[in-house]
């Protein structure tokens, strides 16, 4: 099979889609391929030469960039040489996401909303550091609070601040609040510090659905979506974190993080559903956060809430 690799050349794995991720985790299980694959980073070079660079036969190099090939891990060219035709490799892919939790099967109905980074009703207490850009420039000045409602907010791909509050408000749309099984809330998030920071917490309705420390280091490589402007090394890219609520409980990433269940967000068809995104000020170290918007970071997307409901209740 031939992979699908987007316009960023970027390729997104899932359990979902096994016929996606087996061959590419079998081409990478490979020392060799993976040596091929640094090679190609640099330039693109033909078979004879990688055979050459690895110290390989001719042979086993061509077996091992066919199956890269067939991956869509690079991309390959016929081209003249000086004995005949010649096969030109050429790296295709630069970063891979690897989701290893299925998608949630259980339900046939679900609705998708997204709210731009920069969408937000209310930015409360916001503290310095602490700023916003669009895809193109800085939004208002930079470390100034008040730059979180300057008229171009709405534009932001990437904003950050030590601590403070974002709300965000959701509409259920035509959905009886009494068919909603589960609501999931994702974004593309990182720590200000690589270290960890004060805990980055989500809350619906006033109730605390659980906070993620945010204890990686996101740096180290550009992100992938990330304009050619940006030469910020501390805000590279984020973690897609996701958290779910439902009858059971509140879940970060698949992982239980609180006793809050559906029931008690009180969601109403009168009232919006308000999602709350800060900064607890009560951590052991200073932190803060980075939210990437959909031209920013490895992930093209914003705010995301998924509704999961039950179509057959009236």
């Not at 000086?82 to 989701?99: E, F, P, T, Y």
């Not at 930015?123 to 470390?143: F, H, L, Q, Y």
Request: charged fraction near 20%.
């Amino acid at each position: 099979m031939t992979m699908t690799v987007d316009d960023g050349r970027h390729i997104d794995l899932s359990m979902d889609q096994p016929e996606r991720l087996c061959p590419v985790a079998k081409a990478l299980a490979s020392p060799v391929r993976v040596r091929m694959l640094s090679l190609l980073c640099s330039r693109s070079m033909n078979v004879n030469e990688i055979a050459e660079a690895l110290h390989l036969p001719i042979s086993t190099a061509a077996l091992n960039v066919r199956q890269l090939e067939e991956t869509g891990l690079i991309s390959t060219e016929i081209q003249p040489g000086i004995r005949g035709a010649m096969k030109l490799c050429s790296q295709r892919v630069q970063s891979a996401s690897l989701r290893l939790m299925p998608q949630d099967t259980r339900h046939d109905n679900a609705m998708t909303v997204q709210l731009p980074i920069g969408g937000y009703s209310s930015a409360e207490s916001i503290r310095p550091d602490c700023g916003a850009v669009s895809e193109r420039s800085w939004i208002g000045e930079n470390n100034l609070p008040h730059a979180f409602y300057h008229p171009d907010r709405f534009g932001a791909q990437l904003l950050w601040f030590s601590s403070g509050a974002l709300e965000y408000r959701f509409s259920l749309g035509d959905i009886d609040p009494e068919r909603v099984e589960w609501l999931e809330f994702s974004m593309e998030l990182s720590p200000v510090a690589s270290g960890a920071g004060n805990p980055i917490y989500v809350s619906v309705n006033d109730q605390p659905l659980g906070a993620w420390t945010g204890a990686v280091d996101c740096g180290g490589r550009r992100g992938r979506l990330n304009p050619a402007w940006w030469i910020n090394a501390d805000a590279q890219f984020g973690q897609l974190k996701t958290w779910r609520v439902d009858e059971s409980g509140s879940f970060l990433d698949g992982a239980p993080v609180s006793d809050v269940t559906l029931r008690d967000l009180g969601l109403s068809a009168a009232e919006p559903l308000c999602l709350r995104l800060g900064v607890r000020e009560d951590g052991e170290h200073r932190g803060g956060l980075h939210l990437f918007g959909e031209k920013f970071g490895d992930y093209a997307q914003g705010v995301v809430m998924r509704v999961g409901y039950d179509a057959s209740k009236k």
